[in-house]
């Protein structure tokens, strides 16, 4: 694919932040075209996160955490149906063991306060266990935040990129930034694997590589350390063991190990927080998820892990101070940073773009309202939440809605091929998985991963040796031994 040559305005980083400003961009009657080094948007720290809406109580107040984390929040309840977001306001609980803890809560519910979070209230013992039957009898009380929620770690991504794209941005994957051209102190282009893209201005979203972004265009004013976080996913079968997000009272560098349901009705445990070196490194080890279920139990203590079927691991992309950076660059005109995004960077990312959209004006960017702007995201078929006539009604309209192709979350072809040929459409296995949940179940793709490669391969019009799991040179398959596929049906 070409890459446009020009723009008004260059994302760097397809990952929630990047996408969020790109949709808000979307509004105005300016170019806007998003780069992004993976075959997919959501492939960074946007795809392996807790998934939960925080309500704001842990941040300092005054803080740019704090700030957004309240603001997006809010922002998310007026959006999420319109782009079809899957979030559950379920609430949630900081749970106290000890008086230690109890005096921590008292102190979250004030900074909760100041920062705006509304609904905090503490809970003594019994109202705790009558909500929560399954949490430790050690619990002497927990702090209850209506407005928190979970929500899909990497559907809001894809919703907002799918946004986006039907308002004239243009995605570009694949498409790795070398470095951000500079002339005089002033942005005048991005340099990518594919070509130049001149623009006079750059958003910095890149994730853990913000800082090389940065440093590329000569504004070394920050560094970015990778810091993992651990879990382990449990089946569907067990989701009820908890009702709310449960947290244990924090800790100075981690929110601590949560015990949570997921929003698509499965049950979580992590995540842990590892001071690491390698960007690239997403590995679980025994060590680490040993210690995610001994941070579970104290809260939980009957984890059913028999009923685990999948670890994983994010990275957190921390700076010095823990806060985030969104700011224009002192050092060159037209960068935009928006970087050191850590937790609760998902739940910020609508206000993140707000305040973007502010900078850029600031800088100069004329920024004017389009007439046309679409706000909604066309309407998604889930087969699996559909009534038996709403069903048939669907198979009527499109036969392929008929034919199961993951059996553990009831994922149909018509779903699969809608993803596939979405605004921001899936090109790999993972983009299917993560638009359709087909490989999300308890076989993790052990049944439906070859059906979904040939569909891949048809619908794009490759060969399945060129389909690939998640990365640019991800390769499933090396050749074919059959020309034959055998249906479904059969
Ligand atoms: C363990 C963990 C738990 C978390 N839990 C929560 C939570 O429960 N709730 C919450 O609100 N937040 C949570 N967060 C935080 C949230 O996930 C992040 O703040 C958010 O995903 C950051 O998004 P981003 O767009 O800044 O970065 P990313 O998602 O990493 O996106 C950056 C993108 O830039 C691309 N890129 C990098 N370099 C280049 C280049 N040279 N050229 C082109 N593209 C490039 C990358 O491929 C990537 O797609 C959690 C984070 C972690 C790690």
Known sequence: MTIPTKADVVIVGGGVVGTAIARELSKYDV???????????????????????HAGFDAKPGSLKAKTNVRGNKLYREIYQDLGIDIKFIGS?????????????????VRGRENGVPGLEILDKETVLKREPNLTTNVMGALWAPTGGVMCPFGATIAFADNAVVNGVKICTECPVEEIVVEEGKVSGVKTAKGFIAAKYVINAAGLFADNISRSA??????????????????????NLVNTVIFPTPSKVSKGILVSP?????????????????????????????????????TVPNLPLHASITQFAGLRAATGDGDFVIKASDSVSGMIQAAGIQSPGLTAAPAIAEIVIGILQEQGLILTKKANFNSQNRHK?????????????????????????????TVTEGEIVDAIHAPCGALTVDGVKRRTRAGMGRCQGGFCGPRVTAILARELNIPVTEVRKDTTKSYLFFDKITDEVQSNDE
């Open 31 to 53: 170019d806007v075209v998003l780069v992004e080094k993976e075959p997919d948007v959501a492939m960074g720290t946007s795809k392996a996160n807790s998934g939960i809406l």
């Open 93 to 109: 609980l900081v749970v106290a063991t000890s008086d230690e803890e109890m005096a921590t809560l008292n102190e979250l519910q």
């Open 218 to 239: 000569g504004d070394n004013s920050f560094d970015i350390k990778p810091r993992k976080g651990e879990y382990v996913l449990f089946d569907k079968t067990v989701a």
């Open 262 to 298: 997921t929003v698509h009705g499965n049950l979580f445990i992590g995540p842990n927080a590892q001071d690491i070196d390698d960007k690239g490194d997403m590995d679980t080890s025994p060590d680490g998820l040993q210690e995610i279920i001994a941070g579970a139990r104290k």
């Open 381 to 409: 078929v889930k087969f699996h939440e559909l009534a038996h006539n709403e069903r048939a009604k669907v198979i009527a309209q499109n036969p392929l809605y008929g034919r199961i192709v993951c059996r553990c979350e």
